[in-house]
């Protein structure tokens, strides 16, 4: 039995040795952003209830804290009970990420904000997950974000900036690997699947690194027994290439890995955007730090339109930004 | 109207600048407070929704926010609107001070801890407050709390510490005001008041500065009207002390101002403690700092028990610490 005086399951407290490494390594975080010309705000910790069911947040708001309203009545108690829905009675929650506050704390002070923003929020965000290993459901998010900027531009300077935090933190070896949500789509289509199933199409190919090429064909059944076919033989050729020193980030390599994939005009926009990056970034980041390609990287959430990018450390599993 | 894209109620964001001055205070803070040995800890923002009703909050517990459980089932939500409860709903709730999830903390981490234990916690903290000028339901409390100490001496690191963190922070010209639980105690007794009233009338003691002793009077007629003219005798005559220089912390001055009220023994040991609280700062204050007793400082929760003291600074109408 848990001990009566833990912290609420799933969160943690932290000790002061534990929060002076914290309180560190954010200090470097912050500085570095800093110096990239990015300017810390903050919002509060909650929105509300119908900002954070907007749908933005995608899957995300499904895991979100509802806060119940101060002084029900006995009707709306009574109303929510009729209609089985407890939801009625909040009218505020725990933000589940960054972005949500900050598209409405941009509408709110755009006029006082410089034409183009960089804004940097560190901050706590809360999921009601089930807890496991590694992930809790209170976690500090450190977000920057480049409004009013053209793309890659945008791009250059966020994988710039990070880089250089990872590289201060000292978490030497790190890979980022990016990809365009045109080159996923253009994918998709190439193998046959329509527009209409995309999405749900893109769940199950995010999913390559824990269930192999064959466990997304299995998923994928569900969707389109031929086309998911299709979309294994491709993936089952990316996958030794993923799991040995990745793709470079040149055409030829791209296209390699993606025979055919490329004659998609979305595709071919995307995989010229991400050569581009790639040149630009060539000498911009620190040492130890490399950049490759990886046509199955996804990021859940459904408000990503070009370049993703995720960054992997050789001493953790899963993905450390 | 409010702009749909505002805070929440009664909080705020804080916008570049803004932020950068905020992150400047605090770093100050922080900095005084460890050069004093304290240590930073990190509680989650939400606690058990039984600890933070489990009375140690005093009225602060009824303006806690309260969290939805996830999953409430029709049958859970037809026996709360049966009970005409929705707080059965709740399980958790954003904590309203850091006192309740420090004590928390030292109950489940006191094997790893100091014998000593100096805590430093800074962060935001939530009530359903009437928004008012200067007031925000999110708002962001530094407190510090020795473990483990005989009283006293405590006391006196916790005054030196907080003095020279105002000296850093440009704020000259502060009064500490002091005083004793013991002394209110006996001051009560001494004009006739039952014990079993003592909290209810300190609570309208407690409101002098803005209701005046003719106020105070007329509150405390629906305890017992003699002693109410009593005590407004004792408190109109202290009034003008307050409002001038304050009463300097020597046994004869805190005796003048309160004539009689040290032959009670509660009081006579407040007294004395607070006399050797002044003699040890003595000295020890940063320029510009004042420390002045206060027999009608009150402090609202009900776990004080020796020393009192709070802050005041000739900018701000309100007690600043």
Known sequence: MASPVNPPRGMRDFLPADKARREHALGIIKNVYRSHGFDEIETPVVEDYARLHAGLGGDNEKLSFSILKRGITADALAAAAAAGNPEQLADLGLRFDLTVPLTRFYASHRAELPSVFRALQIAPVWRAERPQKGRYRQFVQADIDIIGEAGLLAEIELITATSQVLAELGLAGCTIRVNDRRVLFGLLSHCGFESAVHDRALITVDKLDKIGSAGVVDELRELDSV???????????????????????????????????????????????????????????????????????????????????????????????
Chains 1, 2 share one sequence.
């Open 227 to 321: 086309d998911a076919e299709t979309l294994g033989v491709v993936l089952a050729a990316v996958e030794p290439k993923l799991a040995g020193d990745g793709i470079t980030l040149t055409p030829q390599a791209i296209e390699a890995s993606l025979p055919g994939v490329a004659e998609n005009t979305g595709a071919a926009a995307g995989i010229e955007s991400l050569v581009e990056l790639g040149a630009a970034l060539a000498g911009a980041l620190p040492e130890g730090v490399t950049i490759r390609f990886d046509p199955t990287l996804v990021r859940g959430m459904g408000y990503y339109t070009g370049t993703i990018f995720e960054i992997a450390h050789p001493g953790s599993g899963s993905s450390v930004g």
